[in-house]
């Protein structure tokens, strides 16, 4: 996979950057990203520009890279995506220290562990039908 061929187009860009910050929005775990998102970060469903933002796939490693970044891990595959954003589209809500520092951390290794329960607890639940 080359994080290089999922980088946002000019156009997204331009409207990640003028995403309004909101202080009071709440993150929620993202399962397909494996990160912590906010809803002001990108154009809510049937706002102008929310098909550009979210083509083809750049917000998925946008919120990987920094849930790579947010656990320590530098060297993330994701990091194209993640400089160019902060190159590109700096007043980005999701470039507030908040969402990828030591709190973000902490709610993130949380959210890892009830998905990891809630995936164990799947398939033990898969694998007793399977027996019956």
Do not use: H
Not at 70 to 85: C, H
Request: aromatic content about 12%; proline content about 8%; overall charge neutral.
């Amino acid at each position: 996979m080359d994080a290089n061929e999922y980088l946002f187009s000019v156009a997204a860009l331009e409207i990640l950057n003028n995403q309004p910050y909101d202080p009071a929005a709440k993150g929620s775990y993202e399962l397909l990203s494996g990160g912590l998102i906010w809803p002001d970060e990108f154009p809510k469903f049937g706002e102008p520009g929310r098909e550009v933002v979210y083509a083809p796939w750049a917000y998925r490693f946008l919120i990987a890279a920094r849930a790579a970044i947010t656990l320590g891990d530098e060297q993330t595959g994701f990091r194209p995506t993640w400089d160019q954003v902060v190159r590109e589209a700096p007043k980005w809500p999701g470039l507030r220290p908040e969402r990828w520092g030591e709190q973000a951390r902490k709610r993130l290794l949380a959210a890892k562990r009830r998905e990891t329960k809630c995936l164990d607890e799947l398939e033990r639940q898969l694998d007793a039908q399977r027996k019956s």
